[in-house]
């Protein structure tokens, strides 16, 4: 890839123009001219053109649009490119070389490698505002082609739905009582309400526990809010509450008792859960 107009114009209005030499700390090697052209060519008290100037930009640019390009193993766009030989011909290519903006660029991921680019804002250990603004520029030209991830539009839950990403834990103990919502979550399993070897499943939004005996299979939802000392039976085709009561040891006139909100207890049907002890 070549550098564009767009990328020299950003190196320029960050080098600035200087048709004299100078120094811009008094202990560097060499001297400095044009658009930040720095090296044993310059000398004291030259002076040069703004054309001098623009070829030695773009000679320059030369070396660091060579380095970007064989260093980057990934696919850049324009301004991406732009932005990496802005930051070369700042920090130079063994910078490029040994960052970590290298390394996360080159595995792929581009929005982490732009979060490299801030913090080379130093000089000499000293935070430089200049940098600071430059880096901050070239990051923003780089993520300007960088797609943003688009949420995935939540689906509505209905109260009588089992939500897609509930969790399935299967039971490994067989103790009586109820599974209560934190071991649910945690996936323990010190309180179960069927036989070792089915499953339960638990629905966060709901703070719910779903007995099934096959695994991916809807079964019964349980509120972990319960007393444990109570217990439920769920109502099987076929079934009468003389039976139930018969199977479960008790009596119809306590089974009635225990389900007062049931207007009629005779009038029962498949899957619903009754109030047994």
């Not at 107009?5 to 004299?20: A, M, V």
């Not at 696919?75 to 290298?102: E, H, M, P, W």
């Not at 179960?192 to 339960?200: L, S």
């Amino acid at each position: 890839m070549e550098l564009s107009q767009k990328g020299l114009d950003l190196i320029k209005s960050f080098e600035g123009l200087r048709l004299k030499a100078y120094k811009a700390v008094s202990t560097e090697k060499y001297y400095t001219i044009g658009y930040g052209h720095y090296g044993s060519d310059v000398k004291e008290n030259a002076v040069i053109t703004k054309e001098r100037a623009e070829q030695l930009l773009k000679q320059d640019c030369g070396s660091f649009v060579k380095a970007v390009n064989q260093m980057v193993k990934v696919k850049l766009t324009q301004n991406q490119f732009d932005a990496l030989v802005s930051f070369t011909y700042n920090c130079g290519a063994g910078a490029l070389q040994r960052s970590d903006l290298l390394k996360y660029l080159n595995e792929g991921d581009y929005k982490k490698a732009a979060a490299e680019l801030p913090r080379w804002n130093k000089s000499g250990d000293k935070v430089l505002a200049g940098l600071v603004k430059r880096r901050a520029k070239e990051m923003e030209l780089f993520l300007s082609d960088v797609a943003e991830e688009k949420e995935e539009p939540k689906k509505e839950v209905k109260s009588n739905e089992q939500k897609e990403t509930v969790e399935t834990y299967i039971v490994v103990s067989s103790v009586p009582g109820y599974v209560n919502a934190a071991d649910a979550k945690s996936k323990k399993n010190k309180k179960a309400t069927v036989k070792a070897g089915t499953y339960y499943v638990f629905n966060e939004s709901q703070g719910m526990v779903n007995v099934t005996s096959k695994k991916g299979v809807p079964g019964n939802w349980i509120n972990p809010s319960e007393n444990v000392n109570e217990e439920f039976y769920y109502v099987k085709s076929g079934d009468t509450v003389s039976g139930i009561a018969a199977k479960e040891k008790t009596t119809v006139a306590n089974i009635k008792k225990l389900n007062q909100q049931i207007k009629n207890i005779n009038l029962i049907y498949p899957n619903q859960k009754i109030r047994v002890k």
